[in-house]
């Protein structure tokens, strides 16, 4: 059975190329600032790794009870090269924005890996589990504005000089199922995670945003 924490490592080994994708939302600067994780309805996050185009699209919202509050979930469904790979679902809990299913296991405790609110600096620690798979380590988020070439990704084309504020979260001392992992996303106002880069097991999987699109 494929792990559910460490799929993602399986990207670097498809060499077919990626299909064509689509372009940047009319009018909208990915410099401004913003939401660093917008969950709008029918949000498609395109991604490029190892030759191959991973996409990532908000399929389902619903309302859930957490406590006593209603709190709204996302689902995060994950093709690559239009084929159905995995899934996710997320939630704004009152920690933070957290995993709360993969691959339709639930993550116990949920697992948060962009906490709430932002601070410079901020630490967090994470011990999770979907079945008998766990997680454990921490957290550190810092901000860094750089020009929007030094992020090599495809959704900057045209504003390569121009500068970008991100939300720079990363892994420390991780381990997935014992083993260790590094993992670093890289967040901008108002798109979501432009970059992103996990090593496990010796293999590196860099993903890197093409183009980002919703419902207005």
């Known amino acids: 059975m494929k792990p559910v924490w460490t799929s993602a490592a399986a990207v670097v080994l498809l060499v077919v190329a990626a299909v064509p994708g689509g372009g940047q939302p009319p009018g909208q600067d990915p410099t401004k600032e913003g939401d660093y994780f917008p969950l709008h ?3 498609i996050w395109t991604y490029e790794a190892g030759g191959s185009l991973i996409t990532v699209k908000l399929t389902k919202q619903e309302e859930k009870k957490v406590g006593d509050a209603m709190i709204k979930h996302s689902r995060l469904e994950t093709t690559i090269n239009n084929m159905p790979f995995s ?8 920690q933070g924005l957290c995993r709360v299913a993969v691959a339709d296991k639930p993550v116990t405790p949920p697992l948060c890996f962009l906490e709430l609110p932002l601070k410079k ?10 079945g008998n798979e766990t997680i454990t380590g921490e957290f550190e988020a810092h901000e860094e504005e750089v020009a929007a070439k030094e992020i090599n990704s495809p959704y900057f084309a045209g504003k390569e000089e121009k500068k970008v504020k991100l939300l720079v979260v990363r892994g420390i001392n991780l381990k997935a199922n014992k083993q260790e992992m590094s993992l670093t996303y890289y967040f901008a106002p108002d798109v979501g995670i432009v ?12 993903l890197r945003l093409k183009s980002y699109d919703f419902n207005k």
């Open 195 to 206: 970059k992103q880069m996990m090593s496990f097991g010796g293999v590196q999987v860099d």
């Open 121 to 130: 600096g901020k630490k967090w620690k994470v011990e999770s589990k979907v």
């Open 87 to 94: 899934s996710e679902v997320v939630a704004v809990l009152p």
């Open 41 to 43: 309805p029918g949000a």
